[in-house]
């Protein structure tokens, strides 16, 4: 299945989705894969002065009874220790301790869990509650591609049970080859669609781009700060 997203889709399946979705906490037992000491991330975000662009929410909405960190659910791919901080950018950018921040996004494969062929299946996406530092971590995988997007993992945060903000995030280039260029993706080779041609990032992918660091054959870790009024 080749999902095609339209950055103008119809904003109001927000509404939708918030009401549905009712966000708590949790953890298991599986441990979050690490970096190696001394790595350089090979990119950083643009400061909280200005609220995370808003993006669309795309068919495949997280799934709000998956409480848990560890999404991989067996799935094959360069382990990801994904940490995602949400800050108060009208508020000197402090920490938002318990908001719902629920993820999801595609397998190695491109395909996304509970569609097409992979139906039976809930992997790669969760949500989680931010402790009191506006974090929550979640141990997954390297996201895949799909034809006309760029690499990407979408987020939604919930506050008091209001969406607030629902946003994707983006990747480096240079870890996007390094990482399709490993066994569990070689497969599939790179993707075709650049940050810089994708319709949603292509207009604000500065203040959308994880900071990445890492092995991208043995294990890597992100950090993404989402800014909310």
Known sequence: MSPQLDRREVISLLGFA?????????????????????????????SCAAVTPTETLGRYPAHESLIRSDIREGKSGTPLALTITVVSSSNSCVAVA????????????????EYG????QTGHRCTQTTDANGQVTFTTIYPGWYQGRATHIHVEVVRNGSSVKVTQIAFPESMNAAVYATSAYASRGSNPTANSA???FRDSVGSELASVSGDPVGALTATFTVAIA
Do not use: H, K, M
């Not at 318990?98 to 869990?113: E, F, P, T």
């Not at 062929?117 to 039976?120: L, P, R």
């Open 198 to 200: 994708d319709d949603i």
């Open 117 to 120: 062929t992979q139906t039976a």
């Open 18 to 46: 918030s009401a549905a979705l009712a966000f708590g906490c949790g953890s298991d037992a599986a441990g979050n894969p690490t970096s190696p000491e001394g790595t350089t991330p090979v990119s950083t975000q643009a």
């Open 98 to 113: 318990g908001a719902s921040v629920g993820i999801w996004q595609c397998d190695a494969a491109g395909n996304y869990s």
